[in-house]
């Protein structure tokens, strides 16, 4: 059985009901650390899920009702405490959640079967009371076990334990009694074996043979042990040191129950893998030291473009004006959809209402009617909607950058036009920093943090805080910028603002910062549902996370990194989930459990993907999705086929839109030559057609998304 860590850890946190820190380490027994509040536990690959739930609840009970309070130590063995404790911390669970004796009861019955106490060849008269107590409180409903008078008053002071002081106080009287049983049993002993020496007669002192010195030793123990002088035994041929043989120190009492289940419990752990578990948090970052300012790009973008003439941009403009003009048509269509849609939500959680008030049209009705009271629809108000944009602003980009754009430009009209707020981020590892106040470090490296590069910034593109005038310039600025990439092989008449330059893709690093940008965006707002668009056309780069390194031949450790492997486990704190990476199939899965983690910090926010591809990547895409579900794959791959798009829910994303950047590229503009023949009019009316249906499906599924 594979044990679901996390899901043990998402158990251990609901019944401590609080936040505790679960971790499963490579341990031998189960810990909790009452300071910091962190519970270890051993991977028991091998337990059963009965066995695991039993464990995990012990341990629970232990963080919720063990004081850290160590006063005992070297009064009392630990092990008649910790006998004691366990009795009165599973009571303890058991009042406060009443159905965890059920979880006791499965667990420790599967523990008796398999004999973790190895009792089932033993006469368990033979254990001390500490042992028959321990077997009594665990395994009691399974094995009978009877007490003596005088052992029944110490059970029955176990048995009424509510405070740690009352456990002390149990387990030293535990502890006195099975000390002095041992005692009396030593003693009987040590009389049984002087008796039979005596009347077996023994060897005389001046016997000789080969175990002489053997019987001399064994005389002067026993008439030591006795109280006797020894004086009478002829010693001469000793040492003089040893002519009195030392009393043989007294024993302390076991547990043996206790040693043989913790070792048995050793078994349950899967050894064949012995590398230990990396606990990885995401960092809180300063933000105002990521995202470049919306302003302070323009001013960037306006001062690089004065150095050249009007004429320079004289193409890239036009084709600008061009698009604009043609787009209206994809906006019109988007805010008609959104008018619907919304319309339709709003009167699907209509209600109608009496008002008291009678209706005197239907009064003649009253013999047979009972409803005689005018009635109003109340059709509650539309939800406040926004938008947060991420740009994937690296260099494999370059070659779709520009149709990304206008499909992003299509979406920032229909905001516009519906008055939706919106925010668009370009990430990048390229842009310098910004003046005296922008500083790379924008959260203090600690070791099991996620690590953001010092180069990661977010480049506010796009907002709706400015006015129309303003929002135009700033589109036409992009425009220009993403021109000169696609235009890369061809002379190039301005060059690229600095900054703004194409990068690596630290999309992992966006995901993370979006923990701070969506709360914030929302609150700024004042908005009901906020949806997240990532516009990407590949994976992020791999994430690292910081890990203090110790050199042989340095003196100090430094703050090192390393990748993210299988045996990292995302924790979020906030939420008390955890993400185990084992099991992944690459680095790029990372992304899809950042998404999760994501979805689960923010459940009211919908997060759509929308990833550009060529049509020599779009089968291994789809298959790594709908993995080999051959009928499904099938599916998507006959709609990629016929529409050049897609749609998957079954990523990181609530929905992954794919979409053709070929078929993006084709404009919908039916423009024919004006000596154009039959065939050439036709051809390009249904390339234009079909054009329109593509995007006209993709972004009625958006809209279905967006309200």
């Not at 043989?248 to 206790?258: G, K, L, Q, V, Y």
């Not at 306006?302 to 906006?331: G, L, M």
């Not at 990748?563 to 790029?588: E, M, P, Q």
């Not at 994501?598 to 591809?613: D, H």
Request: charged share 30%.
């Amino acid at each position: 059985m594979t044990v679901k860590h996390e899901i043990k850890s998402q158990l251990a946190k609901l019944l401590a009901t609080e936040d505790l820190i679960v971790e499963h380490r490579n341990v031998d027994t189960a810990q909790f650390e009452v300071r910091t509040r962190v519970l270890t536990l051993p991977k028991w690959e091998k337990a059963s899920n009965n066995v695991y739930d039993c464990l995990v609840a012990h341990e629970v009970g232990h963080a919720l009702f063990t004081p850290d309070i160590w006063d005992w130590i070297g009064k009392i063995p630990q092990q008649f405490v910790n006998v004691v404790e366990d009795v009165r911390i599973e009571k303890l669970m058991k009042r406060k959640y009443l159905g965890i004796a059920k979880t006791f009861y499965r667990g420790y019955n599967e523990l008796h079967d398999k004999d973790f106490f190895e009792v089932n060849d033993q006469d368990i008269t033979d254990l001390n009371l500490a042992d028959r107590v321990n077997l009594h409180y665990k395994v009691g409903s399974f094995l009978p076990i009877s007490f003596s008078d005088a052992e029944t008053p110490i059970v029955r002071l176990i048995e009424n334990v509510e405070t740690f002081d009352d456990t002390i106080s149990a387990a030293e009287a535990l502890y006195n009694f099975c000390k002095e049983e041992l005692e009396n049993k030593q003693k009987e002993e040590i009389e049984l074996d002087s008796g039979m020496d005596l009347e077996g007669g023994g060897n005389s002192p001046n016997d000789t043979g080969d175990d002489s010195d053997t019987t001399v030793s064994e005389s002067t123990s026993n008439a030591s042990m006795e109280g006797g002088s020894g004086s009478d035994v002829d010693n001469s041929g000793m040492d003089a040191g040893n002519s009195a043989v030392e009393p043989e120190p007294e024993s302390e009492p076991e547990i043996e129950t206790a040693n043989k289940l913790e070792e048995a419990l050793k078994n349950l752990i899967d050894n064949r893998n012995n590398l230990e578990n990396v606990y990885i948090e995401l960092p809180k970052l300063d933000m105002d030291k990521i995202i470049i300012p919306n302003e302070f790009i323009h001013n960037n973008c306006r001062q690089h473009y004065t150095e050249y003439e009007d004429e320079a941009f004289f193409k890239v403009d036009s084709e600008f004006s061009k698009f604009k003009r043609s787009a209206q048509k994809e906006v019109n269509y988007l805010v008609k959809e959104f008018e619907c849609k919304k319309s339709a939500d709003s009167y699907a959680r209509a209600t109608i209402s009496r008002t008291g008030v009678l209706d005197t049209r239907n009064l003649h009705t009253y013999k047979f009617n009972e409803d005689l009271f005018k009635k109003v629809s109340i059709i509650p108000d539309g939800k406040n909607h926004g938008l947060v944009f991420i740009l994937d602003w690296s260099g494999s980009m370059s070659h779709v950058m520009l149709d990304t754009i206008k499909q992003l430009y299509n979406l920032l009209w229909f905001c516009k036009k519906v008055n939706i707020p919106f925010e668009v981020y370009a990430f990048t590892n390229e842009h310098p920093p910004v003046g005296d106040t922008f500083h790379r470090t924008s959260y203090e490296k600690k070791s099991g943090l996620a690590l953001i590069e010092e180069t990661f910034s977010l480049m506010n593109l796009f907002t709706s805080t400015v006015n129309n005038k303003i929002l135009d310039e700033q589109m036409k600025n992009i425009f220009r910028v993403v021109s000169q990439f696609e235009y890369s092989y061809t002379p190039r008449c301005f060059s690229t603002p600095i900054g703004m330059n194409l990068s690596g893709t630290p999309l992992n690093e966006s995901i993370i910062a979006l923990h701070q940008i969506l709360p914030q965006f929302k609150k700024r707002n004042n908005l009901q549902k906020v949806q997240c668009i990532i516009l990407t056309d590949g994976e992020s780069a791999p994430l690292r996370y910081s890990k203090e390194i110790q050199r042989d031949w340095e003196q100090e450790p430094f703050m090192g990194s390393q990748y993210i492997h299988d045996r990292c486990v995302f924790r979020n704190r906030k939420t008390g989930h955890t993400y185990s990476c084992d099991g992944l199939g690459n680095w790029a899965d990372v992304t899809d459990l950042l998404l999760e983690d994501l979805k689960t910090s923010f459940p009211n926010i919908n997060f759509i993907g929308m990833r550009l591809l060529v049509s020599r990547d779009a089968g291994s895409f789809i298959r790594r999705y709908t993995g080999y579900e051959d009928e499904i794959y099938e599916r998507v791959m006959k709609r990629w086929k016929k529409e050049k798009s897609f749609a998957i829910k079954g990523s990181g994303y609530h929905t992954y839109f794919g979409l053709s950047s070929s078929a993006l590229a084709n404009d919908d503009e039916f423009e024919v030559q004006e000596d154009a023949t039959k065939a050439q009019i036709k051809r390009a009316f249904v390339k234009s057609l079909k054009t329109k249906k593509m995007n006209k499906k993709i972004l009625g599924e958006f809209i279905e998304l967006v309200v």
